[in-house]
């Protein structure tokens, strides 16, 4: 039985496929459809055909906005495949889907190489240490070159790059392959659908023999095993060069490189293979490990940065603050086995005209229809409706799920993005995906009043199914604000409300989310608190020291960070109370003393303090650090951060010019500029707040030839808005 259970693990892949906007990234998910025979016919994006593309504004806006799971089957293999977003503004759905894999396929294209947003996956998948394979993208482009993409690929990821393939032919030329651990050559016909094996072509030979040269030196100086058999015969067979480049991705010290062109269906074969023999099943990876049940359902009293809908999302703040104390705790560990214990992390929520779908990577244990599960996330039990296995929006019925799938269920009322699901007898609680902090604001009314109360529900219903998605009441104002991680994130969101509810929506102006920093610190600032009325009083007294945090502690632009130390001596502060004093301190983090915004890049010292033998508490000693550091941050040098971007726009040569006008008055600072592929590539530096309707006015510049595309960078000190108080 155990053997079984090993053979069916090895035979599933759970991967991703990751990459900036237009480097191919549907096309090669559907073109990997269509080569396991799951469709019969190719999607195309332009046309609106395709199967991971579903939502009427992925086809309308001709990108993918939302994660799409579908399964397929390849040399007896399970394949499942989450087509992920390539734009900025849909990060964290990247994030959650990379939370659950277990492998990567990075698609680049050929003449464009590594593109800001290419870089920015490429790290949440370092983050997650996600194992990946690179598709070099596009070959039959005019200026494709594979060197040069792999340059830009080792130059700007780091990774150490293993090209595994020759091309055969250039630009409209590109006919096909040369497998350089075979060594032999694989052609595909016009239309793609025939792959004719030869001999490497005499004209090739050389150079692929030079090249397969190069790859066995390059496998041999990171590889124990291959680095002996090189030194006894001064070459690789091909078994051990498979072998060592499966070992090497698999540890992430190096990446395996294959190229093609996926919308003329060429490369697509030999990529199948590589996911299959390269990339890690579940029994390859570490068994999962979460904290046991007592954990379960820990609320967080971090205040007012996600007050959704009257409070719905509460569980996030859990969710964080479990997964924060679940660094500093051992762990439980649950092998992916199908018979022990159930585990399985939710990933995504939709909704659909069938129901609530919750998407479920299952880690360990067998989970069938009808089972009851414990929801960590709301502490309770709750009960699977039915399994589905996902074809995008087409599902099977299944009768159950088993470590390493990923599945949908359909009956969890309570479970968000993050919730851990578990064996009621065996709970355990999981370590959520991040959820990045919004950065764009726009306020939101319903244009009647009849229809208020269903523009509340909507919103909640949204921020339920997209964490980065935060809803708020301004208490000035009174106006429903909601914030995402940019200007299309939010478009998307209240159309999304205005075709699947007919709501009319009235939207303001967007709005960046600013914060602010210390830039000169104060030290010695004494605070006391007193108060009696009757009865226990509260008393606490403390002494503060705070100071920007360096550049190494804030990361690079003072983007982010806040640490809290004591250095009280003699017991003067009890250890109970030091930490009331640090969750006082975090809490007056919320408002800032410029402009009321939330402030980061900070340390903060507890140097010294009282107590009182009857009146003090965690209550007062917690109401001293939020009064207390308010009371320093209104003495010290502070300035205001605004959110910046890197991005990078592509035009024709003769048009360089007005584009690097419009960055200047846009407060833009240009950091590179290239020509490739006949097209100048500008970068620069430029606030968010600079780029609302930019789009546009580079269409009009340009004649709708330019494009850009943007990333964030951080924080950086907004003009005019250092302030001493």
Known sequence: MRNHLDRHLSAVRNLGILAHVDAGKTTVTERILYATGTTHKRGEVHEGTTITDFDPQERDRGITIFAAAVSCDWDGHRINLIDTPGHVDFADEVERSLRVLDGAVAVFDAVAGV?????????QADRHGVPRIAFVNKLDRVGADLDAAVASIRERLHPVPLVVQLPIGTEDGFTGVVDLLRMRALTWSDDGETAVEDDVPEGLREEALRRRRLLEEAVAERHPA??????????LSAETLSGALRELTRTGDAVVVLCGSAYRNRGIEPLLDAVVAYLPSPSDVPPVCGMPGGVAGMRSTKGGTRDVADGMHGTVHGMHETADRMQDA?????????????????????????????????????????????????????RIGRILRVQADRHAQLERAVAGDIVAVIGLKSARAGSTL??????????????????????????????????????ARLAEEDPSLVVRTDPETGQTVLSGMGELHLEVAVEKIRRSLGLEVNVGRPRVTYRETVVRGVSGLIFRHVKQDGGAGQFAQIVLDVEPLDAEEAGEGAETGFTFRSTVVGGRVPQEYVRAVEAGCRDALAEGPVGGHPVTGLRVTLTDGATH????????????????????????????LEPVVEVTVTVAEDAVGGVLGD???????????????????????????????????????????????????????????????
């Open 115 to 123: 593109e800001p947003q290419s870089e920015s996956v490429w790290r």
């Open 663 to 725: 960055l200047a008055a846009r407060r833009g600072r240009v950091t590179d500029s290239a020509v490739r592929g006949g097209s100048a590539v500008v970068t620069a530096t430029v606030p968010l707040a600079e780029l609302f309707g930019y789009a546009t006015r580079l269409r009009s510049r340009t004649q709708g030839r330019g494009t850009f595309s943007a990333r964030p960078t951080g924080y950086a000190p907004a003009l005019a808005t250092a302030t001493t108080r």
């Open 422 to 459: 578990s064996a009621p007898g065996a709970p355990l609680v999981l370590e959520p995906p991040g959820v990045a902090d919004p950065v764009v604001s726009v306020a939101v009314e319903a244009r009647t009043s009849t229809d208020a109360d269903r523009l509340v529900s909507a919103l």
């Open 226 to 235: 291959a680095l002996e058999e090189f030194c006894d015969g001064e070459t």
């Open 613 to 640: 033998v009857k009146d003090s508490s965690e209550m007062a000693f917690r109401t001293a650090g939020r009064l207390g550091l308010r009371e320093a941050l209104r003495g010290c040098a502070m300035v205001v």
């Open 330 to 382: 051992v762990g439980e560990q649950r092998p992916a086995d199908p018979a022990a214990p159930f585990a399985a992390l939710a990933f995504k929520v939709a909704a659909t005209p069938t129901g609530r779908l919750t998407f479920l990577r299952v880690y360990s244990g067998t989970i069938e229809k009808g089972d009851a599960v414990w929801e960590s996330g709301a502490r309770r039990i709750e």
